[in-house]
């Protein structure tokens, strides 16, 4: 049996840190529900002491969201766990996630504390999110540029204080994946009680490694990853779930691991968050670009005709991109629309399909081929606005 590895997702927390990729409770609500069907075990739903729309959407999704974990994000104060726990205590499967920086960098110039302190806070805030809820997670922010012996010491506190995950985040995307795999071996090996607990990588891209530490943490014990649709996030964005999903699945041979992710629905979830944030995807981006399966070259064209796997490594079919897509226009019917919609990460009500199908017929009528585009703004105009 391959090992699972557990993907936590944080679009709509860390992801929303993107510069302009802010989301209205409605549209955070539409991507929780699309990731619970994507098959995520635990959608990080926000920061609820962040503002108090964040509460009111993490609490609505908490209430929703039946399959998935729903995390919330709080700083090591009993103010914002009781915030975190305030909105998702709703939850079928409730979790706090708690940080503090452990960094002598972040110690001197930000949190202006030392290590005791810091150790205390951690541990103190740990024991706190326990006596409200079972499912407890501990990150050392900026974890990879602190002092690994000092990091072990505040992972098994927070371990023995009840976490039942600690979290080694790549904050701002400085290591590379040789030392990030290193460190990952060092704390798996020096963290007291490290059996005890699940060991997480949050990694950023800011020297466009992200996917490939992750991975590498994850050859080396690892079983929680940190990721985001598209990769959004804070600065140059987090590790991009699709990424490290498909690589986890190409190469099987090299890396026995399962996770829980319905691949179909990965690139119908792309298009939802673009089309949400408005952040589009680069066309040269891997599995969900434009032109992450487009052939150009003569060559390549031919090969790919006499058998896809001359210049594919995967199918396009597996993250849900079909090779045969419907040309919509004034002929199509409801059927063919709300199939391509589907398609495009959109599963429509009967009224939301009504509404969209009125649009689409008046747009036909002026356009010979409706595009996606065109569908998207309909929907993001009709439905998701509204
Ligand atoms: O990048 C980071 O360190 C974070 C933590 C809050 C997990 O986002
Ligand atoms: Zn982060």
């Not at 994000?73 to 452990?102: E, M, Y």
């Not at 205390?120 to 997670?137: F, I, M, P, Q, R």
């Not at 399962?258 to 949400?276: D, F």
Request: net charge negative; glycine share 6%.
């Amino acid at each position: 049996m391959p090992e699972r590895v557990k993907i936590f997702d944080t679009t709509l927390r860390d992801g929303e840190q993107s510069p302009g990729a802010s989301m209205n409770t409605n549209e955070k609500m539409r991507l929780a529900v699309q990731l619970e069907k994507l098959g995520v075990d635990i959608i990080e739903a926000g920061f609820p002491a962040a503002s108090e729309g964040d509460f009111e959407a993490v609490s609505e999704i908490a209430k929703r969201v039946k399959n998935s974990e729903i995390a919330g994000l709080a700083r090591t104060s009993k103010q914002d766990i009781d915030l975190a726990w305030g909105a998702v205590r709703h939850a079928a499967k409730p979790r706090i996630h708690t940080f503090i920086a452990t960094s002598d960098l972040h110690l001197k110039y930000k949190l202006k504390m030392n290590r005791e302190e810091v150790l205390n806070a951690a541990v103190d805030a740990v024991k706190y999110a326990k006596s409200l809820t079972d499912n407890v997670e501990f990150s050392a922010e900026d974890g990879s540029r602190s002092d690994r012996d000092y990091l072990c010491q505040v992972f098994g506190a927070a371990i023995e204080a009840g976490a039942t995950t600690v979290n080694l985040p790549d904050t701002v995307g400085y290591a590379i994946p040789d030392e990030f795999a290193e460190l990952v071996k060092y704390v798996m090996a020096n963290t007291p009680n490290m059996h005890k607990a699940t060991l997480s990588v949050h990694c950023h891209n800011d020297l466009g490694l992200a996917t490939a530490n992750t991975i590498a943490a994850i050859q080396v014990g690892a079983r929680q990853a940190e990721v985001t649709i598209n990769g959004i996030g804070e600065r140059a964005g987090n590790t991009s779930m699709e990424e490290v999903v498909m690589a986890l699945q190409t190469r099987q041979n090299l890396m026995p691991f399962e996770t829980g992710i319905q691949t179909a629905h990965l690139y119908p979830t792309s298009r939802l968050v673009s089309m949400i944030t408005g952040i589009m995807v680069q066309p040269n981006k891997a599995i969900v670009g434009a032109n992450a399966f487009a052939h150009e070259a003569g060559i390549h064209q031919d090969g790919v005709l006499k058998n896809p796997m001359t210049y594919e490594i995967m199918k396009p079919e597996t993250i849900g991109l079909s090779r045969n897509q419907l040309v919509l226009g004034k002929h199509s019917g409801r059927h063919a629309l709300h199939t391509h919609l589907k398609g495009l990460g959109y599963d429509l009500s009967e009224e939301e399909l009504k509404i969209v199908f009125k649009q689409f017929k008046n747009l036909a009528d002026k356009k010979k081929h409706v595009m996606d585009e065109d569908l998207e703004a309909l929907v993001t105009e009709g439905v998701l606005r509204t």
